[in-house]
């Protein structure tokens, strides 16, 4: 019986993750931490919370003594770092809490890792560690080579996190592997981001805000998938390696958008251009010759497909995005839109 650490699991992807094993495996059991942040929430974790080989517990990862103690009493066969500050646009109003979570949770994580002689440390990173490609130069890619050069306090704070990793494997030779991955979407998706935001106004009738002209572009990878190759590199990766992880998947945000609109039958006039980000990167894209190549990772949702099926989960799941949106939600969205 292996006993994974997820940290972060009543987030999107980590959520997604956590069913993702327990309904894969019958000999795993899964450990969650998650400090229940605004974008954690419990209600998305309602469907293992019975399982006897799941256990939840909340805690910051940046809280050393609660992590070691943790550690030492479960004997963790792998921790897997999903836990962060996410949302760049958040980053860009309040940079601080993403320096803590991101960075120096990682550092507790590593460290409690070294102390309690882990045997896998998986850190989950995203592709905007590489900064962005030109709009013009479709034929250029990120490879695990591409140097790292972030836009954002988010896709900062989360290099900074690789090159801690990478120097706990040089230093201490701490089992780690990294992933960075390409935009995720899918069910339990927090309705700040793109693609559910979109969808929760459009079905109230909402403008849908639109940075800039709409023609970033973004490389969009259905959840499922990424948990897929999460779960491969934790079994059979390389240790000190970093895996990329896309589908080829690239669409402008306003394509994305009209996709979404004509889904539900509405009209294009919802449509409302706003203020552009400040320094928004213009196009993420992932060559994943390595992951598929060395583990045989493949992507087995397409666009069409997974983008059919998120809309529907939320058709289907109203009660769960409509408890997200009250609160701190509505003062967020206030913030960020109330003068656009
Ligand atoms: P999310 O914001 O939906 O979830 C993050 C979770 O972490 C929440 O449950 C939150 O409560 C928890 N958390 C935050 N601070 C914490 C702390 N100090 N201690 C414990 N828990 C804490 O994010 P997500 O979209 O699920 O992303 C998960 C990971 O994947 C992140 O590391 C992110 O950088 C990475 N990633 C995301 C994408 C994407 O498209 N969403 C793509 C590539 C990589
Ligand atoms: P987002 O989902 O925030 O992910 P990321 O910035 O990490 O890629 O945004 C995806 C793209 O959509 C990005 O180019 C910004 C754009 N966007 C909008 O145009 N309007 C919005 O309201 C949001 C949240 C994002």
Redesign the pocket.
């Known amino acids: 019986m292996k006993k994974l650490l997820v940290t972060g699991g009543a987030g999107f992807i980590g959520a997604n993750f956590v069913y993702y094993i327990l309904n894969k495996y019958q000999d795993r059991q899964v450990v969650c931490i998650d400090k229940l942040t605004y974008a954690g929430n419990l209600e998305t974790l309602k469907g293992v919370m019975d399982n006897p080989n799941f256990k939840f517990v909340k805690a910051d990862i940046t809280d050393r003594e609660t992590v070691f103690k943790l550690f030492e009493e479960e004997k963790f066969d792998a921790v897997i770092n999903f836990a962060a500050e996410s949302?760049?646009?958040r980053s860009i109003v309040e940079p601080e809490v993403f320096l803590k979570t991101n960075i120096l949770g990682t550092q507790v994580l590593l460290d409690a890792t070294n102390k309690y002689n882990v045997p896998r440390y998986h850190q989950v990173s995203t592709d905007?560690v590489y900064g962005d490609l030109p709009l013009d130069r479709p034929d250029l890619f990120f490879t695990e080579d591409t140097p790292i050069h972030t836009s954002s306090p988010y896709s900062a704070s989360k290099a900074s996190a690789d090159l801690l990793v990478l120097a706990y494997y040089r230093t201490y030779k701490t089992p780690v592997t990294i992933s960075r991955c390409s935009?995720n979407y899918g069910p339990y998706h927090f309705p700040?981001?793109?693609?559910p935001?979109m969808i929760v106004n459009a079905l109230h009738d909402k403008a849908l805000?639109?940075?800039g002209e709409?023609i970033?572009v973004?490389d969009w990878l259905y959840v499922e998938d990424h948990c897929k190759a999460i779960d491969m590199i934790v079994n059979d990766g390389t240790v000190g390696e970093i895996y990329n992880i896309g589908g080829h998947n690239e669409r402008q945000?306003i394509e994305v958008v009209k996709t979404i609109i004509k889904a539900l039958g509405k009209d294009e006039s919802l449509i409302k251009y706003v203020t552009d980000?400040p320094g928004?990167?213009r196009r993420?894209a992932i060559d994943p010759t390595k992951i598929r190549t060395e583990l045989g990772w493949y992507p087995e949702t397409d666009f069409d497909t997974g983008i059919q099926k998120t809309i529907d989960w939320y058709l289907e799941n109203r009660e769960w995005w409509q408890n997200v949106m009250d609160g701190s939600y509505q003062e967020y969205y206030e913030k960020m839109y109330g003068n656009k």
């Open positions: 949302h760049v646009d905007e935009n700040e981001k793109l693609i935001l805000p639109v940075y709409g970033n973004r945000n980000r928004h990167d993420y």
